[in-house]
């Protein structure tokens, strides 16, 4: 099975910087996932990574260090409607995904 | 459809009756996933299609749960006996094998 962590909660400041990391230990690793999940709402394709290094996408960053089994989830600039669970989910093989339980992000003005 | 579809939104039913919950994926997508996502978890994996036949049920709970997809498109996820930690909101999700999980946004099922 999967063993993934992520902290439970951040708080942060509009227009702030905040960092979700999230520690993974699987086997036959095959990328790994982050989503955005409003409350009572589906879970959002973020960022997927499945080589080391970081991937920028707007606002949105994610880094990856395989013999870590370490990634990250940069979020710049926040805005209100930011506040959110992000959920880290790793892939083992070709398709079944596994979750942390999502770190919720409170964004204050 | 522009997304995954699922219905009912939510569903109440009491314990002990049988409930079927419908997942409508993106047009094309070969993949069907279901998950289920209990408050303050992430999801947990149920069981996966490719196609019409289930490639991957290990997820599961029980022999209570039941899963088809007769023509490779639609899905229903049958719970009979329900209990009342069945609770939870049912996820799906499709995807080219491979590619990126799009999910729906649930069915939340609640058993009194």
Known sequence: ?109 | GAGVSQTPSNKVTEKGKYVELRCDPISGHTALYWYRQSLGQGPEFLIYFQGTGAADDSGLPNDRFFAVRPEGSVSTLKIQRTERGDSAVYLCASDFVGDIQYFGAGTRLSVL
């Open chain 1, 1 to 109: 099975g999967q063993n993934i962590d992520q902290p439970t909660e951040m708080t942060a400041t509009e227009g702030a910087i905040v960092q979700i990391n999230c520690t993974y230990q699987t086997s036959g690793f095959n990328g790994l996932f982050w989503y955005q999940q409003h409350a009572g709402e589906a879970p959002t394709f973020l960022s997927y990574n499945v080589l080391d290094g970081l991937e920028e996408k707007g606002r949105f960053s994610s880094f990856l260090s395989r013999s870590k089994g370490y990634s990250y989830l940069l979020l710049k600039e926040l805005q209100m409607k930011d506040s959110a669970s992000y959920l880290c989910a790793v892939r083992a093989g070709d398709y079944k995904l596994s979750f942390g339980a999502g770190t919720t992000v409170t964004v204050r003005a």
